[in-house]
């Protein structure tokens, strides 16, 4: 009998260290790998390297199983800052990092939603978990040797099949608290952490996805991001969705005080601003009722900041939100609309959810209902170390204030921590064991 490291392919752990803004790598090599036997049941290797064991298709799938449950529990996410993204413009040390960073980063996510309570009878959940693993399981069949466009190709695709992953994640969510297997502030937090965790994976792939785009390479963060221009073209777009479902829209004010410019990725902060515009254009509307009653109150956006902080103000007079709501409103589980996550689920999914892996909603958005609006636009703030508040006057209106960090050197809100997170039931029966305290890999046997 044999005793091999359950790592498939090549396992490498890297030293990284920032200089002036810059990754730098040095790998260290694992000497085992796997491969699958050669079976009308598996698949073909390429080829059989020195070093390298057949395996039978069944067993490679449980070593893959194995390692990435140590990844989720022994190996740590490196979180990053803006500016240190931002000076990622080499391909090949950027891509080297990533085979590193992003198989961590999902294997985590898995093991996130294997800590539901009974998560396999939601069908979104086992959608949620087949996604992340079938990521993890390809990143890790990638080599260093594997081109450009390979990789490329393999991002573009894993981006692609969890374009709906917002939708599948809130709507489980909400399954499992319906089904009173989770408390709302548990429902809360897990949401919280596995949102955050998405935003670093999204912007890892995109930023290489952007320097590698053969007409105009480019960082996904903009250096001199102008917050008027993003607010002006949300407010265009909040507008044209207010118009739509009501057939008006209240007049919307945008003041620049400081001619701000700081680095940051204007989609993430379009959506911040388009989420609560939209907001304060609905309540404008439901309380005048009408353009000419509207037009007395617009709603205003004030631009500014000092060195440090970029600060913008959102402030309608749509009557406030009623204080015994404050809290509610970062909930994921809190909308004061029909859930519009269930209409689209109708559209897009009359008969189950297994069906919709690859859907999309073709239609208009609601102007309101998702429930997930302003907690994710706070997940969007922190993550890169600002902030998002809510202040009502009752019967008058509400003020929204977004802080956001100047420099671009706030750290990405990321757990590096080594989480308790349950061991597969199909390794224990496999009779495999996990050191989670990152020493000696898992074992098994041939």
């Not at 810059?22 to 598996?42: G, I």
């Not at 709906?164 to 319906?178: C, D, I, Q």
């Not at 859930?339 to 189950?352: F, I, K, L, T």
Request: proline share 6%.
């Amino acid at each position: 009998m044999k005793r091999l490291a359950s790592r498939c392919a090549t396992l490498r752990h890297v030293n990284r260290q920032v200089r002036d803004g810059r990754l730098a790598f040095r790998p260290f090599s694992c000497a085992t790998t796997f491969s699958a036997v050669r079976t009308s049941h598996s698949f073909t290797p390429r080829s059989l390297m020195p070093g390298t064991v057949e395996v039978s298709k069944q067993r490679f799938e449980e070593l893959l199983e194995s390692e990435m449950v140590h990844f989720a529990r022994a190996l740590r996410p490196h979180p990053m800052t803006l500016q240190q993204i931002l000076h990622l413009t080499d391909p090949a040390a950027l891509r080297t990092f990533l085979l590193e960073e992003l198989p961590i980063r999902y294997a985590r996510r898995v093991q996130l939603v294997e800590s539901l309570p009974n998560w396999k009878s939601y069908p979104s959940m086992r959608m949620i978990r087949s996604l992340y693993a079938e990521a993890f399981r390809r990143l890790r069949a990638l080599t260093q040797d594997d081109n450009e466009d390979t990789f490329r190709r393999t991002l573009q695709d894993i981006k692609r099949k969890n374009a709906n992953m917002l939708f599948h994640v809130v709507r489980g969510a909400r399954a499992v608290r319906t089904n009173k297997s989770f408390t709302d502030d548990q429902v809360n937090r897990f949401l919280d952490e596995f949102l955050t965790a998405r935003i670093g994976t999204d912007i890892l792939s995109s930023q290489y996805l952007s320097i590698t785009r053969p007409d105009s390479p480019t960082s996904i963060i903009n250096p001199e991001c102008d917050p008027v221009t993003v607010v002006r073209a949300a407010a265009n777009d909040a507008a044209t969705l207010c118009r739509h479902h009501y057939g008006w829209s209240p007049p919307i004010d945008i003041v620049d005080v400081g001619q701000v410019r700081f680095p940051f990725i204007s989609q993430y902060l379009n959506y911040i601003m388009f989420e609560l515009l939209k907001n304060s254009l609905r309540a404008v509307v439901e309380r005048y009722g009408s353009r000419q009653a509207a037009e007395a109150y617009p709603i205003r956006v004030v631009i500014c900041g000092d060195q440090d902080t970029v600060v913008l103000r959102v402030s309608d007079c749509g009557g406030g939100i009623p204080l015994a709501d404050m809290d509610q409103v970062w909930s994921y589980m809190f909308t004061t609309a029909k859930p519009a996550c269930e209409e689209v689920a109708a559209a897009n999914s009359a008969s189950s959810e297994s069906d919709d892996e690859d859907s999309d909603d073709d239609g208009v958005a609601p102007l309101a209902g998702f429930g997930c609006g302003l907690p994710l636009s706070r997940n969007y703030a922190c993550y890169v170390g600002g902030w998002l508040e809510l202040n009502s006057i009752p019967e008058f209106g509400t003020d929204a204030y977004l802080y956001l960090n100047r420099s671009g050197n706030g750290q990405e809100a990321l757990r590096t921590d080594i989480a308790e997170l349950p061991v597969p039931e199909s390794l224990l029966a496999n009779g495999n064991s996990c050191d989670a305290g990152g020493g000696a890999p898992l074992a098994a046997e041939l």
